[in-house]
């Protein structure tokens, strides 16, 4: 049994690094169940989250197209199976919290300047208000989250400069960061997402249930 801390002493660190698609339904999904694991875990546990870049549509050329025949087509479904696995998304989102209004209305989009942005909101101590900011605008309301003035509005709704957003997206800046990002974990293994590394050292995949991750952080939490 997992034993808390008596006062004064020092808790035990976990690092998750979160590897994930703005574009990505579960990755919403599966931190918004952390959040709820790490809730429970609080007296226990000094969880700290940074997250990584993964492209589920790295083409970044074209306008996109719209979710459900672009994801039929993916998986060699049905538009009405797709749409019925998306309604399912909405509840669960719902649930949770979560602003997943849009979720059929969306067009496919390259998240690349996206992942810019996060990397840059970082440095401001904002990663994880950005990467929410991300993901309601593009589930919670199907904007392009490739046009500039959208992450721009964005940034600027985590209380971000709207001009230093600008200047990151007129620019070249962090591109390299991003692309370590989908190298290194490519690399290592993480070809689906949300995949957690905790530590650095052992993996989680999916967008587990909050139980589930409870015990999974308490049992590393344990390791040597």
Known sequence: MFESHAPGALMTTLQIDIVSD??????????ARLEKAMAALKDDLDIRVEWHAFELNPDPSGD??????????KYGRSEDEMRAN????MEIAKDLGLNFEKLQERYTRNTFDGHRLVKWAGEQGKQTEMKMALFEAYFGRAENVT????????????????????????????????????????QAGVSAVPAYIVNQKFLISGAQEPDTLIDALREIAQEP
């Open 22 to 31: 703005i574009a990505c339904p579960w990755c919403a999904i599966g931190y």
């Open 64 to 73: 996109g197209e719209p979710i459900l025949p672009a994801l039929a087509r």
């Open 86 to 89: 998306q309604t399912q998304m």
């Open 147 to 186: 046009d500039t003035d959208v992450l721009i509005s964005c940034a600027s709704s985590v209380g971000l400069d709207a001009e230093e957003a600008q200047a990151v997206l007129s620019s070249e800046r962090y591109a390299d960061a991003v692309r370590a990002d989908e190298a290194r974990y490519q």
